[in-house]
């Protein structure tokens, strides 16, 4: 994990989001208190818990941008989850303890990767070989029959000059590899077939994807797969290359090093919290929501979910949630389950000096993205600072008349605006166009004075 301070945390992020200022506050101290809690003596170490946290706001405002970005900023295991999609332990659906499975399998998935990178020259190298061998196979013909007398005279002679000769042939077939004049060859590759049966199994922990090799589990029972493919010599080389690399890795090692990194630096993203929050009285099982609450309660505090790679804790795991709360409040979940998230940031709805601000300064803002893309096609677009006033004019109009979207409402009129220009790109004969106010009212002025138009179009 990046060792960032919270005012360089806040800088980058908002780069990529405009204001909530108070909440890229609050993350960036959570995030900077498991750094110092890394510094603390080990005895003390341990028993300081993560204060997670609880993002409140209307749809569309950037909670989710928010955990994401910080995941790619420092580096850490990240997961993202709808919180409507468990169910309480027993019934049919996915528990919660799924979560910190996935989030190890994430993990897990990266190091190899990472590790596979940082062997890839050596793996080339041994792939290289493999090909030559393939080319050129080591063992030729049976040589003649000869006498014990034949033998011994020319042995000294004949074996270094025919050893010396392969060697020569041999390095020049090296060379015509590297220089891709043999690309288009056609070679017979062996690869070990790596594909793992998915069983679905029952369990006390709801029903689970495990991966289980029964190949593995019955020892040298059943002969070992091989797949032969007929391929042209870079693909073969790539493929070789990659199962080169796999076996130069240490799975164990990238195990424990994911179990560590996810108990240590593990962010679980818990969207739609407010999903889980139970309208009135109920009656009977409220399984996909109290239920869940109670499920959650355990994970969040500490505890251990055993998983296919081992036990991982879940004691230091950031738990970041968040919910729109339209219609239930947080006080309306479980007790419990408030105490286990002690920060709670109310993010701002956003309005039409926010709106101007998302179109333009992001680094991923909306207009740059357009720019992009049209320019592939040849054609230079121009947005004057007018049209975009009267843009965030208009998204901050319709979300005040309809439903309240956020920065998506800005998704939608970009695209009624462009659909034309977006549709004739290819074939129009201009080279650049300029978009203005007259052009924005022209376009978007009649769907949205008629209410009930844009309430299904924008």
Same mark, same amino acid.
């Given at each position: 994990m990046k060792n960032l301070k919270p005012a360089e945390i806040v800088t980058e992020l908002d780069k990529y989001i405009v204001g909530q200022?108070?909440?890229?506050?609050?993350?960036?101290?959570?995030?900077?208190?498991?750094?110092?809690?890394?510094?603390?003596? /080990?005895?003390?170490?341990?028993? @300081?818990? #993560?204060?997670? @946290?609880?993002?409140?706001? /209307?749809?569309? $405002? =950037?909670?989710?941008?928010?955990?994401?970005?910080?995941? @790619?900023? !420092? +580096?850490? #295991?990240?997961?993202?989850?709808?919180?409507?999609?468990? !169910? +309480?332990?027993?019934?049919? =659906?996915? *528990? $919660? +303890?799924?979560? $910190?499975? *996935?989030?190890? +399998?994430?993990?897990?998935?990266?190091?190899?990767?990472?590790?596979?990178?940082?062997?890839? *020259?050596?793996?080339?190298q041994l792939a290289e070989d493999r090909m030559l061998d393939l080319l050129l196979p080591k063992s030729g013909p049976p040589p003649a029959l000869r006498t014990g007398a034949e033998i011994e005279a020319h042995s000294i002679e004949v074996m270094p000059a025919a050893g010396a000769e392969a060697s020569s042939t041999r390095e020049k077939l090296r060379s015509l590899l590297r220089q891709g004049k043999l690309d288009s060859r056609y070679v017979d590759v062996e690869t070990s077939d790596r594909q793992v049966p998915m069983v679905e199994i029952f369990s006390n922990v709801g029903m689970e994807e495990l991966g289980i090799n029964f190949k593995d589990m019955l020892g040298g029972l059943f002969p070992k797969g091989v797949k032969r493919r007929r391929l042209k010599v870079p693909e073969a080389l790539d493929v070789l290359a990659q199962e080169e690399a796999q076996g130069l890795v240490d799975i164990d090692k990238i195990v424990k090093q994911a179990i560590e990194r996810v108990e240590q630096s593990g962010i679980i993203f818990i969207d739609e919290i407010d999903k889980i929050v139970a309208k009135g009285a109920s009656h009977g099982p409220d399984v996909s929501r109290e239920g869940v609450q109670r499920d959650l309660l355990p994970v969040v505090e500490g505890c251990t979910v055993t998983t296919k790679y081992g036990p991982v804790k879940t004691d230091h795991i950031l738990f970041i949630a968040s919910g729109a709360f339209h219609t239930v409040k947080p006080s309306d979940l479980i007790p419990e389950l408030q105490g286990r998230f002690p920060i709670r940031v109310e993010l701002t709805a956003l309005g039409r000096e926010e709106f101007v601000r998302i179109l333009t300064e992001p680094k991923n803002a909306l207009l740059t993205q357009y720019a992009a893309l049209l320019q592939t096609e040849g054609l230079e677009i121009v947005f004057t600072p007018e049209a975009v006033a009267e843009l965030a004019r208009l998204a901050e109009e319709v979300n005040n008349r309809t439903e309240n979207i956020g920065a998506r409402r800005l998704h939608t009129l970009m695209e009624r605006l462009l659909e034309t220009v977006l549709f004739e790109a290819p074939d129009t004969a201009e080279k650049r166009m300029v978009v203005d106010p007259p052009y924005v009212e022209a376009r978007l002025n009649g769907i949205i004075r008629n209410e009930d138009l844009s309430r299904y179009i924008l």
């Open positions: 200022h108070q909440a890229k506050r609050a993350v960036a101290v959570a995030l900077r208190n498991r750094w110092r809690r890394q510094q603390v003596s /080990p005895d003390l170490r341990n028993e @300081i818990a #993560p204060k997670n @946290i609880i993002l409140i706001g /209307p749809t569309g $405002v =950037g909670k989710t941008e928010i955990a994401r970005r910080l995941a @790619i900023l !420092t +580096e850490s #295991p990240f997961y993202k989850v709808e919180a409507s999609k468990f !169910t +309480e332990v027993g019934y049919v =659906g996915r *528990d $919660v +303890e799924s979560m $910190v499975r *996935d989030l190890l +399998e994430i993990t897990v998935t990266l190091g190899k990767a990472r590790e596979q990178e940082a062997v890839r *020259d050596k793996a080339h």
